[in-house]
C-alpha cells in the first residue's frame, strides 16, 4: 500500500489568495491524480501525472493547476482562490500490481473553504 | 465514456447482519477493474475490494465480498456481519484500461449500521 500524504487537512482562505495544497507519497508511484468532492457526492477527476514533467487535465474543469518535478510530490496550486473553489480535495497514487488492477490509495484529503 | 450507478443514496443494517450495496456499470470496454472504497466521515478514502474483468471468481476480502455479474453489469458490494464502525459513505468505482487509468465513481451509498 502507499503511504500518501496531504497537507493542510483544513484550511480556510480569504477570497484572493494563493494557496498551494500539498501531497506527497513514498512509494515510488508514478501515476498520481488529483479529485475534487463535495459534501455528499462522487469524486471528478481534476488532474493526473503519469510521472515527473507529465500533467493532464481530468473531467472536471478547475482553475487550479499542478506540477510534478520529483516524483513523490504533486502540489496543486490555486492563483486567487474563490468561494466556488470550497471543496474537499483528493491526492491519489496507483500501484504498478497486475493483480490489483493498479489500485488507487488516496491521501487523508485537504478540506477547503473560502470566504 | 464510462458510467457507474449507485441507486441506494442511504442504507440502514442491523450490528451482525448481512448488507448488500448496489453498483451497475456501463462501459464498452472489454477489459476494465471495477473498485469499491468506504469513505467515513473523516473523509479519507479507504480502498476495500478490487475485481477485474476477466476474474472468473468473485474478490474476497475478509468481511468484504463482490458479487460480480458480468451480463447483468453489476459489482454489487456484500458487508457481511456489520460493525457499527462499518458506518460510512461506499463508493463503486471504475477504472479506465486504457489511456489515464483513472477511476470513474458512482455517486455513493451511505450505510448506517444501527446496534
Known amino acids: 500500500e502507499a503511504d500518501i500524504y496531504q497537507t493542510p487537512r483544513y484550511l480556510v482562505i480569504g477570497t484572493g489568495k494563493k494557496i498551494t495544497l500539498e501531497c506527497s507519497q513514498t512509494?515510488?508511484?508514478?501515476?498520481m491524480y488529483w479529485y475534487q468532492q463535495d459534501p455528499g457526492m462522487e469524486l471528478h477527476l481534476i488532474h493526473y501525472s503519469y510521472g515527473v514533467n507529465s500533467t493532464e487535465k481530468g473531467d472536471l474543469s478547475s482553475e487550479s493547476t499542478v506540477s510534478r518535478i520529483r516524483t513523490e510530490h504533486f502540489p496543486l496550486t490555486l492563483e486567487s482562490a474563490r468561494p466556488s473553489h470550497t471543496s474537499q480535495y483528493l491526492c491519489a497514487s496507483s500501484d504498478q500490481l497486475a493483480g490489483r488492477g493498479e489500485t488507487q490509495y488516496f491521501g487523508p484529503g485537504t478540506r477547503l473553504l473560502v470566504l | 465514456a464510462q458510467k457507474i450507478t449507485q441507486t441506494q443514496p442511504g442504507m440502514f443494517v442491523q450490528e451482525k447482519e448481512a448488507v448488500t450495496l448496489d453498483c451497475t456499470y456501463d462501459t464498452s470496454d472489454p477489459s476494465y477493474g471495477l473498485f469499491w472504497y468506504k469513505q467515513p466521515s473523516s473523509g479519507e478514502m479507504i480502498f476495500l475490494i478490487y475485481q477485474g474483468s476477466y476474474d472468473q471468481q468473485n474478490a474476497t476480502e475478509g468481511r468484504y465480498s463482490l458479487n460480480f455479474q458480468k451480463a447483468r453489469k453489476s459489482a454489487n458490494l456484500v458487508i457481511s456481519a456489520s460493525q457499527l464502525g462499518d458506518s460510512a459513505m461506499y463508493f463503486c468505482?471504475?477504472?479506465?484500461?486504457?489511456?489515464?487509468?483513472?477511476?470513474?465513481f458512482g455517486s455513493g451509498t451511505r450505510l448506517q449500521v444501527q446496534p
Open positions: 512509494m515510488g508511484h508514478d501515476k
Open positions: 468505482a471504475m477504472r479506465e484500461i486504457t489511456g489515464r487509468r483513472a477511476l470513474t
